[in-house]
């Protein structure tokens, strides 16, 4: 896998296997629950140990039928529909261990335990179906097509299993390793292959190959896949259906690339570079090393000063000094609320929503759903149905931990890790 193993708490690394790690505030959300093979996102799935980044709720928020889009860890994802009102205890239902969530949608709940994967009936809490992994090793990292499957490698890396949320049966499994995955394409670095392969992310077969030389960063910008050499100066453009080269650049430090839809940024040792995709010309440049992806076709560049600054395909749209003395990508998020895009950001005394502009919108920021957003006081959990707008409804829910389709899912108030509490 390209880029080193970051620590804890904020985990990375865009469109690439993430090493599990607890970010003031993360959220993960697969697409509607209609089966189709529409965007394939890397969900970086996080454990998560109470209230961190100044006391603003981790979440993880999953799938739902009328949420909107919103991006995290550098993945396009979809937002959880809201729940209606004052949410209550529904059910309970005991786990190994604190789980990870991985899904929700189509009326259950998956969760990745130590050694299983365990998929639990939203509706009463009930087992719907069990698989064992065996040992997959201490923060195994592992790719989610939100509402299709996972992937997940063993304890070494050397092998991947692709295993199906509608059953937990394994799908296919492959030997190697998967460097980057959006839109239905994935690639993987084969074991002992001197070539990175080009494949269907839900089924493994190959579409075309490119030299390991051209893989020292890799990511996938809508219909672009662009490579960064292991030269250190090269990038390329690839038509990401048939492997047609459509461009090169030549940077003076090239490595790890991120990327949305018309831009990517490539990071080196100088600093970040964005390059338009459709014809590699570079269009900013900063000394910032961490960046991730916020909106369809957005950029957030970090710098260790905090300053924020978002980047289109036409190059700086605005920048803010965050009020904070510790600066982390892993806490940026993006997502729509009223037809407009909002960024999500550490800054002041916790997490705080910016609008495009980089003005504040609210603090205490707690997440997206249902095309609003929640903000928390300590216990209290609100819904904002717009920018702006006062509570739809505040109540107490204890120990929110990860937001569902239509509901929150907590531990135990008592503090016991073994029971999962859903509230709707």
């Known amino acids: ?27 993960q959300v697969p697409p509607a629950p209609q089966r189709r093979r529409g965007r394939l996102v890397l969900v970086a799935v996080v454990v998560l140990l109470g ?38 205890r529904a059910w309970e239902a005991e786990v190994s261990g604190q789980p990870y969530v991985l899904d929700s949608g189509d009326g259950r709940v998956v969760l990745l335990e130590e050694e299983a994967v365990v998929a639990l009936s939203l509706e009463d809490g009930s087992e719907e179906w069990e698989t064992e992994l065996g040992e997959v090793g201490i923060g195994p990292r592992f790719l989610v097509a939100p509402g299709e499957g996972f992937a997940i490698p063993d304890r070494d890396l050397q092998r991947t299993r692709w295993i199906s949320f509608d059953d937990g049966a394994v799908a296919w499994e492959v030997d190697g390793r998967v460097v980057a995955v959006d839109g239905g394409t994935a690639v993987v670095r084969p074991e002992g292959s001197d070539e990175l392969e080009v494949v269907d992310a839900l089924t493994g ?10 893989s020292y960063g890799v990511a996938i910008a809508g219909d672009v896949l662009v490579t960064a050499d292991v030269d250190g100066v090269t990038v390329r453009g690839y038509d990401v259906e048939d492997g ?71 190059g700086e749209m605005a920048s803010v000094e965050l009020e904070t003395t510790t600066p982390a990508i892993g806490a940026v998020s993006g997502g729509e609320v009223d037809g407009e895009w909002l960024v999500s950001a550490v800054g002041g005394q916790g997490q705080v929503l910016l609008d495009e502009d980089l003005d504040e919108v609210a603090d205490a920021f707690a997440g997206f759903a249902g095309g609003g957003y929640y903000t928390r006081d300590r216990e209290d959990l609100s819904f904002h149905e717009g920018i702006g707008d006062d509570p739809a409804w505040t109540a107490a829910v204890p120990g929110a931990r990860f937001l569902v389709d239509g509901g929150i899912l907590t531990f135990d108030e008592d503090g016991d890790d073994d029971v999962l509490v859903l509230y709707r």
């Not at 928020?61 to 994802?77: H, K, N, T």
């Not at 949305?260 to 964005?274: I, L, N």
């Not at 960046?291 to 289109?312: E, H, K, M, N, S």
């Open 244 to 314: 047609a080269e459509l461009w090169t650049t030549e940077l003076d430090d090239v490595g790890r690339v991120v990327a949305a839809d018309g831009v990517a940024a490539v990071v080196g040792g100088d600093g970040v570079t964005a390059l338009r995709t459709s014809d590699g010309d570079e269009v900013w440049q900063s000394d910032a090393v961490d960046v991730t992806r916020v909106a369809p076709d957005r950029l957030a560049v970090l710098d260790d000063r905090g300053t924020l600054t978002l980047v289109d395909p036409e």
């Open 1 to 27: 896998m390209t880029g080193p193993d970051l620590p804890p708490p904020y985990p990375q690394q865009p469109q690439q296997p993430q090493s599990r790690g607890v970010p003031a505030w993360q959220s």
């Open 51 to 88: 209230l961190v980044g100044g006391g603003i709720l981790a979440w993880t928020q999953l799938r739902g039928d009328e949420g909107g889009v919103v991006y995290a860890g550098g993945s396009e994802l979809r937002a959880p529909g809201a729940v209606g009102s004052d949410p209550e």
């Open 205 to 214: 077969e190959e579409r075309w190959a490119f030299p390991q030389e051209q």
